[in-house]
């Protein structure tokens, strides 16, 4: 692993249906972020993790949850999926949250039906 | 709120110069960032800016003004990889980065 993946790379799913995207990251950086990206908007932070064991919400946290049980993982759960979440998902890690820095994934699209 | 505005699609000459605007209104201020982002892919770092002035990477220079909320991406010699989408974001005083949605490039032979 070099940086940071997730999995999958794309998906479609069915309304009402619980998805978990993954990310990892191999940098042993502090801080993660998940970000969703949508035509026409910036990125838009859904929650992000200053280090393992803590969590915070974003701009649009609703209908989503994370966990970071340990530094390399950082999943996002939506727990019963709706069509205004169909959208491209990036997950993100710089060293520290007021580091200079975010490396991002190579991101995940979801399509909700 | 918290605001950037950067211009939706802009076009240049392949060997060219551009220069990329952002402005910004925010809830403090810690740093302005730029970022890449080619059609597809994930955002990648460009530069970063804190204090007003120039700072030049290459072909890629980026300006910042806080006393106007302003910054500028400029782009030297261009060439076709070129074209791309290019993010601005502004870290606010909680350290969150606020984005804008993207300038995208079009680079003409």
């Known amino acids: 692993i070099a940086g940071i993946t997730q999995a999958p790379t794309s998906q479609i799913l069915a309304a009402g249906r619980r998805m978990t995207l993954r990310c990892t990251q191999d940098m042993r950086h502090n801080a993660m972020y998940w970000y969703r990206q949508d035509l026409g908007l910036g990125l838009r932070l859904i929650h992000y993790s200053n280090t393992a064991g803590t969590t915070g919400k974003g701009e649009v946290p609703d209908g989503y949850s994370v966990s970071r049980a340990n530094t390399d993982d950082f999943p996002l759960t939506l727990a019963s999926a709706v069509p205004s979440q169909t959208s491209v998902y990036f997950c993100?890690?710089?060293?520290?949250?007021?580091?200079?820095?975010?490396?991002f994934g190579p991101g995940t699209r979801l399509t909700v039906l | 709120g918290q605001n950037i505005d950067q211009p939706t699609e802009m076009t240049a000459t392949e060997g060219a110069i551009v220069q990329i605007n952002c402005t910004y209104q925010?809830?403090?201020?810690?740093?302005l960032f730029w970022y890449q982002q080619h059609a597809g892919e994930a955002p990648t770092f460009l530069s970063y800016n804190v204090l007003d002035g120039l700072e030049e990477k290459g072909r890629f220079s980026s300006f910042l003004s806080r006393s106007k909320g302003y910054s500028y991406l400029l782009l030297k010699e261009l060439q076709m990889k070129d074209s791309a989408s290019y993010l601005c974001?502004?870290?606010?005083?909680?350290?969150?980065?606020?984005w804008g949605a993207g300038t995208k490039l079009i680079i003409k032979p």
């Open positions: 925010t809830s403090g201020f810690n740093g």
């Open positions: 993100a890690s710089s060293d520290s949250r007021g580091s200079d820095t975010q490396y």
């Open positions: 974001a502004v870290r606010d005083e909680d350290y969150q980065l606020i």
